[in-house]
């Protein structure tokens, strides 16, 4: 293996350092701490799971953090009525709809309901249309802590050739904005796209976004590319219920200038963001 390995890890854990530090000051000099509410809908196992370590990581670095779970079949209304009391309480600075939601509810329409300065998902329609047209927004977390840990190794990623594969509205298209404000050169490419491992093989930065178990072997990367890695797939191998991210990354450490693990790369930033996201919307608040 020759490629850097990006500690994901590591670095979320400096930024809660960083972001607890921030939440003390504020608690010392205006007694009001950031708060972050989190809606959970039904009872999905890997969502309790999120739910319940948002709600871990908020408090620890001194945010109130306030859950409010409804039972699977509540209706939509109802969800709407509490997205309005969250959006007029004025200790509620972030609001977090945790998807998916049950199917008989609208999730657009639920996400569109969010006030757009409490939107620290950065899913609302305003948030992505400031982040397109390149205004100041909320940035949805998980590709701004792939922005973050590829500023940190790159410094500039002006003029930099960046692949995104994938095209959700939650990664791919968020992470090609936030690409491109920083002056790469974006290629998006998708399930449909002809001769991708060629497109791919263009990359300085390689995100991949796909879902799919190890898709990505050293066939799809450019000698000395950074390859960030945003696939969770859960695998059995050898009879055990493993991790693993959208690339071979064995495969991939050989040939890559750098690359984050799975776990422990882009995941634990994930949540480090919504907490920086969650600051940032209390220091707007108290602009
Ligand atoms: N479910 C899986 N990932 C996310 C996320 O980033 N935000 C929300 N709200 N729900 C999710």
Do not use: W
């Amino acid at each position: 293996m020759s490629a850097k390995v990006i500690d994901g890890k590591a670095f979320a854990g400096k930024l809660r350092a960083k972001i607890a530090s921030h939440v003390a000051r504020l608690r010392d000099e205006t007694g009001v701490v950031p708060g972050l509410a989190v809606v959970l809908v039904g009872e999905d196992a890997a969502s309790q799971v999120y739910v319940r370590n948002k709600g871990i990581q908020t408090v620890a670095v001194g945010m109130a953090s306030y859950e409010h779970k409804l039972p699977a079949e509540a209706s939509e209304s109802q969800l709407l009525a509490l997205i309005a009391d969250l959006n007029a309480d004025r200790s509620v600075h972030g609001i977090l709809v945790q998807l998916p939601l049950p199917a008989h509810i609208d999730a657009g329409a639920v996400i569109n309901a969010i006030d757009p300065r409490k939107d620290v998902d950065g899913f609302h329609v305003t948030n992505v249309g400031l982040l397109a047209t390149g205004q100041r927004s909320m940035v949805p977390c998980t590709p701004l802590g792939c922005l973050m840990m590829l500023r940190d190794h790159f410094g500039s990623l002006r003029g930099r050739t960046a692949v995104v594969v994938g095209r959700s509205n939650i990664v791919g298209k968020p992470m090609a904005q936030l690409l491109l404000r920083d002056d790469c050169s974006v290629t998006i490419v998708h399930r449909h796209s002809l001769g991708m491992a060629e497109i791919c093989r263009r990359a300085d930065i390689l995100v991949t976004a796909v879902g799919q178990p190890e898709m990505f072997d050293a066939s799809y990367v450019k000698p000395g590319a950074v390859v960030i890695d945003v696939g969770i797939n859960r695998i059995e191998r050898d009879g055990r219920s493993k991790l693993v991210g959208d690339v071979n990354f064995a495969d991939v450490a050989n040939i890559a200038g750098a690359i984050t693990p799975v776990p422990g790369g882009v995941g634990p930033m994930t949540i480090a963001c919504l907490l920086a996201n969650t600051l940032t919307a209390y220091c707007r608040a108290h602009d």
